[in-house]
């Protein structure tokens, strides 16, 4: 924590969730921003500490992925062990949750920085997925489509035993290997031979202008901004939070954390989410 900055308050779960629930109750339909927080329940991890600051490597740049082979080749031989844990999670009670509200009428559009469309199983439909979405895989030069599945199955045929290394998972599908990939085989585009990569936006790449518009026509739309389980470091996520302020629009944040948004924000709750979400609901 920085020199002369105030500790951060923490809620408990009973507290905050009855000052979520006054927050709807004012403002009751909501655009609600979601990110890696919500999912670190279903065993995928979160790049940030509680004070914002990355507690693991960064993840792969989208200039270096297009330009190095060897870039690729670690990216996709850290995916055999990386994407079964995406492809394997299950929704958590805040995924739930938030599904609740929805069914109640409480949002009006939920956008996700998450790529492991959790939500989306847990039931949420009016979702989108701002980073792009982990189960599909994209040709970056003829814009072929296919399952992540078929692709993780095709570079395991590549590289007989490659799966058997054991390393932490990362939340994008990428893992925490280091040996040496020089001898990976990349599973290339079968139409064209193309590069294949997730059709998620890597760090240095832009969210596509129409998806960014339609998020933020939602949020004009909207009574308010909920955001829950969000540092809010990346601009792509803290940019909702900007325009809610130019258009007056009152914020709520439900993090374990500090965010980027505490300054702007009229709610601000350190509280785990889960349970904060349960009490909120009952309260609603």
Not at 15 to 27: E, S, V
Request: charged content about 25%; proline content about 5%; overall charge negative.
């Amino acid at each position: 924590m920085p020199i002369g900055e105030e500790p951060l308050e923490a809620h408990e779960p009973e507290q905050a969730g009855q000052l979520l629930a006054d927050f709807i109750r004012r403002h009751p339909r909501l655009l609600i921003l979601t990110g890696a927080g919500v999912s670190t329940d279903s065993g995928i991890p979160d790049y940030r500490d509680g004070e914002g600051s990355w507690k693991r490597r960064q993840p792969v740049q989208h200039g270096d992925f297009m330009a190095s082979q060897q870039v690729r080749q670690r990216y996709w031989g850290r995916s055999l062990i990386g994407w079964p844990i995406i492809r394997n999670a299950t929704p958590n009670p805040a995924h739930q949750r938030i599904a609740e509200l929805e069914k109640r009428g409480h949002s009006n559009l939920l956008v996700t920085q998450n790529v492991d469309r959790l939500h989306q199983k847990a039931g949420s439909h009016l979702a989108m997925d701002l980073h792009g979405r982990a189960d599909e895989v994209i040709c970056m030069t003829c814009g072929n489509r296919s399952s992540r599945d078929l692709v993780h199955e095709r570079c395991a045929e590549l590289n007989p035993g490659f799966d058997n290394y054991s390393a932490t998972a990362a939340p994008d599908g990428d893992a925490d290997l280091e040996i040496d990939f020089s001898r990976f085989n990349i599973a290339d585009c079968t139409h064209c031979g193309g590069i294949l990569k997730p059709d998620v936006v890597f760090f240095g790449d832009y969210v596509p202008k129409q998806r960014v518009h339609s998020a933020l026509d939602a949020l004009k739309a909207s009574d308010g901004l909920l955001v829950i389980g969000s540092s809010l470091m990346v601009y792509s996520g803290f940019r909702f939070c900007r325009y809610a302020q130019e258009w007056s629009r009152p914020m709520a944040t439900l993090n374990l954390g500090r965010t980027r948004a505490d300054s702007l924000v009229d709610l601000k709750l350190n509280a785990t989410i889960s349970q904060t979400l349960d009490h909120a609901l009952a309260e609603l």
